[in-house]
Nanobody, 114 residues
Framework: QVQLVESGGGLVQPGGSLRLSCAAS????????MGWYRQAPGKQRELVAR???????DYADSVKGRFTISRDNARNTVYLQMNRLKPEDTAVYYC????????WGQGTQVTVSS
C-alpha cells in the first residue's frame, strides 16, 4: 500500500528554521523523482522543491537559496531543510513524486509568525 507520511512542521518565528521529513512506503522510492509541495490557505498547491533519482535538485524562485531538498534512498525518506523562513512560507507541506502523483499524505503544517 502506497503511503506518504510527512512530519516536522510547527510554529516558528520569521527567520527561523525547520526540517521536514517524508517517509514513503509501497513505492520504488529510489526509482522516483520526489518533490515537496505546499498549499497555503486559499491558494493552489505548488511545487517548491524537487530532487531527481540521481540527486539533482531544483527550486521555485520563492524558496531558492533558503530551502534544501535531500533524499536518503536507504530510508525511503525525503527531507526539506527550510532556513530564513518568512510568513509567506506558511502552508501545509506535502511530499509526492514528480509526474504521476501518488495519493497525497496528510501533510505537515508550517506556520511562520511572530
Amino acid at each position: 500500500q502506497v503511503q506518504l507520511v510527512e512530519s516536522g512542521g510547527g510554529l516558528v518565528q520569521p527567520g527561523g528554521s525547520l526540517r521536514l521529513s517524508c517517509a514513503a512506503s509501497g513505492i520504488g522510492f529510489g526509482s522516483n523523482a520526489m518533490g515537496w509541495y505546499r498549499q497555503a490557505p486559499g491558494k493552489q498547491r505548488e511545487l517548491v522543491a524537487r530532487i531527481s533519482m540521481g540527486g539533482t535538485t531544483d527550486y521555485a524562485d520563492s524558496v531558492k537559496g533558503r530551502f534544501t531538498i535531500s533524499r536518503d534512498n536507504a530510508r525511503n525518506t525525503v527531507y526539506l531543510q527550510m532556513n530564513r523562513l518568512k510568513p509567506e512560507d506558511t502552508a501545509v507541506y506535502y511530499c509526492n513524486t514528480i509526474g504521476v502523483l501518488l495519493r497525497w499524505g496528510q501533510g505537515t503544517q508550517v506556520t511562520v509568525s511572530s
